[in-house]
């Protein structure tokens, strides 16, 4: 892999743009603790609740009506753990970003920005996320940010993972090694105890799979034609 | 939730019959259904705080349950109802969960909105 090294958290202001609690897990958490350890100031703004997940605890312990109140409470642990300093709810429903008022979405996306100046912002590849949702998200932060002027414009770090999707965008041009920060990216995924449970999963000592799966997270920056 | 009692789930379907109700009704194979295996068709749909009223309803079946309310110009209807919120007396929650847990279909009235 012909991956360069992703630039360090020192003192860096980091905003992070993802739709669902738990979007944050998996590809991410762990280059957070390690930007937060190395200085930055970390605001992760979450579109919805995830109100729409058909998984309600496994076996499941929450219903439609709990499930948001249960997934708030998770999303708060998870960013406890990394040590995310603020976390901003947006209050959008779950399945409907790409039907929201565009002017809304990208109204309250740009306030953020406008507010914190960030130097990085982290969100979803649009069109190579899966989920409409991760698409849509990506879609409204790389118009608010291709709609400033260019010396303006954060980094912009994105994950993709739909199949196939290195044919189109080819391989990430960024990875950090979180390592060394397993013990928050395992308990960020383990706080959202509502919808995963991964098996073999240990913060106190992650096996030689756990840290060959989990041990390097890979962005793709977004490029502004 | 708890495996639906049907003999308490028609008492409380009588008890929200001929009055304004907020009606949430959804159906989901999941988002990720294609990409975790292409043979597979993802679709969901749910309406969400639909203000109906019915003049009959009933639940039917032995398990997993159907639902149908009768309603002045039209029905509501549901299949696959396994669960229910027996701690709620004043709305009825139901949903219907697959082997692996996963919330497929879910039904829901109410006085108040969701």
């Not at chain 1, 009506?65 to 300093?85: D, F, M, N, W, Y």
């Not at chain 1, 979180?178 to 105890?193: E, M, P, T």
């Amino acid at each position: 892999m012909t991956a360069e090294k992703g630039e360090s958290g020192m003192n860096k202001r980091i905003l992070v743009v993802l739709p669902h609690p738990d979007d944050e897990c998996f590809g991410l958490s762990g280059t957070l603790a390690k930007m937060i350890r190395e200085g930055a100031e970390v605001t992760y703004a979450c579109l919805t609740l995830g109100e729409m997940a058909r998984t309600m605890g496994i076996p499941p312990f929450a219903n439609r009506v709990t499930l948001p109140q249960v997934r708030k409470l998770e999303l708060e642990a998870s960013c406890r753990i990394i040590g995310i300093q603020d976390l901003r709810l947006l209050g959008f429903h779950d399945k409907t970003i790409e039907f929201e008022e565009r002017e809304l979405l990208d109204g309250s996306i740009g306030a953020i920005l406008q507010e914190l100046k960030p130097d990085i912002v982290f969100t979803f590849y649009p069109g190579y996320s899966v989920h409409p949702d991760h698409d849509a998200t990506g879609a409204a932060v790389v118009r608010v940010i291709g709609g400033l002027p260019e010396k303006d414009r954060p980094v912009v770090y994105c994950m993709a993972f739909a199949r196939d999707h290195q044919l189109a965008i080819g391989m990430p041009d960024t990875q950090f090694d979180v390592g060394d920060y397993l013990k928050q990216k395992i308990g960020s995924i383990q706080a959202h105890r509502s919808q995963f449970q991964v098996p073999g999963l240990d913060d106190k000592k992650p096996s030689r799979e756990v840290r060959e799966r989990f041990g390097t997270e890979r962005f793709w920056t977004y490029r502004f034609e | 939730m708890q495996l639906i009692n049907a003999l308490e789930v028609q008492r409380r379907i009588d008890q929200l019959k001929d009055q304004d109700i907020y009606l949430h009704l959804e159906m989901t194979t999941g988002a990720y259904a294609s990409h975790n295996d292409s043979s597979k068709h993802p679709a969901a749909t749910f309406i969400s705080n639909a203000s109906i009223q019915y003049s009959q309803g009933s639940i039917s079946g032995v398990g997993p349950f159907r639902v149908g309310l009768k309603m002045e110009r039209g029905w509501v209807y549901s299949e696959g109802l396994t669960h229910y919120e027996e701690t709620e007396p004043e709305r009825l929650i139901m949903a219907g969960h697959d082997s692996a847990g996963k919330l497929v279909v879910a039904l829901q009235l109410s006085r108040e909105p969701f």
